[in-house]
């Protein structure tokens, strides 16, 4: 299998180069050369596997096993999985009236990050110790990620993570998970600013090509292609513990309502929809509502400012991910690709073309979500099955919701669940429910943490790349003392 850049200057590469390589060089994101068509057979025969065998199914078709063996990579996802509080690793709940919620959150920060991030960390390792390198890993982070990622690659003798984390725009859980490890490759920045702002100084760190290959950065955001890899193993699981019957042709339909913010997860509903996998994809979005304009006017475009909701995970502007269902869905045409993105990147504006919008429209719905909205579904959600949302997973159940009121449910439907709600009290209150906050959670509070201030009028990009020129100075220290 080999991987292309969705702007088509660069050059195919292998999965281990693609893993390493976070953005293409040209600016694109990596995606398959060719996307494997599944038969009806394969998708029978998937039916029956747990998620981590489905994991292993579609880890296979995308790898290859001259560079991971089918065993190693076996044993590299059990490994992965191996610390999930569900022997299911994802859970359907099936509640009142036709709502099917799928629990992503079993993970040890309760999100769904874990999934794709604890895979993607062990395919770093081993590529990594069998090339003998060490890699300084850099994240941006809305929220789950950050907290994801360092629960991941802690403690790992061949990597530095440094997570930039936007200060006050988190919660407060959130926070606490990332500033609380104190291991020795883990380097916390507060930023004054939102997760859109602290992009930045990670891309113009990224963009000096010679300064990142020098100091072998990359970054374990939603733009490495392994994260969107895993990520397709939700769609396949929530079908087939959704599809009424697999006897009849064609196979019965499945509605899986998304709640995104960067789009990584809406990209590999659409690859799976490409693959074969009979589902419709409804993607919902908060006051925060890019991705909505664009499936129902075609108007790519930013606002003037982030909007903070509820739901903070999802809290972006620049839904990055898009360009590769732009991609997917434009027969790969990477010039037509390239001139979009390059045209939003100039303007932060852009209207697609009208077949391109017809094509998306088709493939996706889409709806956007108020907090009043939110706190409501969470409300009646708790009212009705006594089970707690949190405001993310609130975001895709108000679709169930307008959906079915006054009727009975039309079409099977999955809700994905992207964390759990002991990570959202702020929420949870708000809703008007009391928070059942694990032992594990409350205990952050009286923990030490670590975070270095990013303020407003600091140099962001040069605090980043001093803090990677000095990791890299202690490593070559720590080399010489050990000869």
């Known amino acids: 299998m080999w991987y292309v850049s969705t702007r088509g200057t660069t050059s195919c590469m292998d999965f281990e ?84 919620v799928l629990e992503l959150w079993h993970g040890v920060t309760y999100a769904f990050k874990d999934l794709s991030l604890s895979c993607t960390a062990q395919f770093l390792q081993y ?37 930039l984390l936007p200060s006050g725009h988190c919660t407060k859980i959130q926070e606490l998970q990332m500033t609380t490890v104190l291991r020795e490759n883990v380097h916390v920045f507060g930023v004054e600013g939102n997760s859109d702002e602290l992009d930045e100084p990670i891309k113009a760190v990224f963009a000096d090509v010679p300064f990142a290959k020098k100091h072998n950065l990359m970054s374990l955001n ?46 590999a509903g659409c690859i799976a929809q490409k693959m074969g996998l009979p589902i419709h994809l409804v993607v919902a979005v908060n006051n925060n509502d890019i991705i909505h304009r664009t499936v129902q006017q075609g108007d790519f475009s930013m606002s003037t400012a982030v909007k903070p909701t509820l739901a903070s ?21 990477s010039q037509a690709t390239r001139a979009l993105m390059e045209q939003f990147e100039k303007t932060q504006s852009l209207s697609l073309p009208k077949e391109l919008h017809n094509k998306l429209s088709g493939a996706v719905t889409s709806l956007a979500v108020s907090d009043e909205t939110i706190t409501q579904t969470m409300s009646r959600c708790w009212e009705e099955n006594q089970y707690l949302l949190c405001p993310h997973s609130a975001v895709a159940v108000s679709y169930h919701y307008q959906q079915t009121d006054g009727q009975q449910p039309s079409t099977v439907r999955c809700c994905l669940a992207p964390a759990s709600a002991v990570k959202f009290p702020e929420a949870v209150l708000a809703a008007g429910l009391t928070p059942d906050t694990p032992a594990e959670i409350l205990a952050l509070e009286s923990k030490e943490t670590c975070c270095t201030p990013m303020r407003k009028g600091d140099d962001w990009t040069q605090m980043l790349r001093d803090t990677i020129e000095g990791l890299s100075q202690r490593r070559g220290a720590d080399f010489l003392n050990a000869l």
């Open 313 to 333: 995970a999802m809290d972006i502007q620049v839904p990055y991910n898009m360009e590769r269902i732009f991609w997917l869905l434009s027969d790969s045409n």
């Open 222 to 267: 939603s733009i490495n292609w392994s994260r969107i890899l895993v990520q397709m193993a939700h769609y396949f699981f929530a079908y087939f513990q959704c599809a009424p019957w697999l006897d009849v042709h064609p196979l019965p339909p499945v509605e899986v309502v998304v709640p995104t913010g960067a789009a990584g997860n809406l990209a």
């Open 127 to 163: 590529f990594l110790e069998k090339r003998e390198k060490h890699i300084t890993v850099l994240v941006g982070t809305s929220g789950d990620t950050g907290s994801a990622a360092i629960e991941s690659v802690q403690g790992a003798k061949n990597m530095d993570i440094v997570v």
């Open 17 to 100: 180069g693609v893993l390493f390589s976070g953005y293409a060089s040209d600016g694109g994101l990596f995606m398959p050369e060719e996307i494997p068509q599944l038969d009806r057979e394969t998708l029978h025969q998937w039916s029956t596997l747990s998620y981590p065998s489905l994991v292993k199914e579609l880890c296979s078709l995308f790898i290859g096993p001259t560079l991971i063996p089918r065993d190693d990579l076996s044993d590299l996802i059990d490994r992965a999985f191996s610390r999930f509080r569900h022997r299911e690793v994802v859970h359907l709940s099936k509640l009142r009236d036709g709502l099917n």
